[in-house]
């Protein structure tokens, strides 16, 4: 090996390890801690209380598959509940069809969900969560319609619906 060779080797080890641990702080966690009390189940708790899907979607911040939620379709006046803990998340005049597959909404009902940037597709985006249970529920972008300008992009395996 010739000097210069070592000397670049020298170099880029000690950079990798500076990365990595600049990166650490970046993985988010599976999912969001409850707010109340009485709502810090554990896995197996959780497990016993939700379908596998709808585990994967709270617990684990998945995603459904786009247009797979009937709620996705749904036009009735009522309440969307988180389907964690049955907090009212979002009011059935604040949907409206964003065309992209899944139940969206131009506002919450306020203090109901707490946002977090994650980092799972590298581009940071807003991922937000029931206030009540910590369950994950979407994302929220900036292109919604006003006067909001807000979409909340939710899972519909997330919600349960309640009409009027
Ligand atoms: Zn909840």
């Given at each position: 090996m010739n000097q210069f060779l070592s000397r670049r080797?020298?170099?880029l080890i000690p950079t990798m390890s500076i990365l990595k641990i600049i990166f650490k702080p970046i993985q988010v966690l599976a999912s969001?801690?409850?707010s109340k009390e009485g709502w810090n189940l554990s896995k197996d708790e959780w497990k016993s209380r939700l379908s596998p899907e709808s585990y994967y979607i709270l617990r684990e911040e998945g995603t459904e598959r786009a247009f797979s939620s009937k709620l996705n379709d749904e036009k009735r006046k009522g309440v969307f509940h988180?389907?964690?803990c049955d907090s009212p998340?979002?009011?059935s005049d604040k949907k409206y069809d964003s065309g992209t597959g899944w139940p969206s909404?131009?506002?919450s009902?306020?203090?109901s969900v707490e946002t977090k940037v994650d980092f799972k597709l590298i581009v940071p985006r807003t991922e937000y969560h029931c206030s009540r249970c910590g369950g994950h529920q979407g994302h929220v972008f900036n292109d919604g319609p006003?006067?909001?300008g807000k979409r909340y992009c939710n899972n519909g395996l997330a919600l349960r619906f309640v009409p009027d």
């Open positions: 080797i020298f170099i969001s801690l409850p988180c389907a964690g998340l979002f009011l909404f131009w506002d009902i306020q203090g006003l006067p909001t």
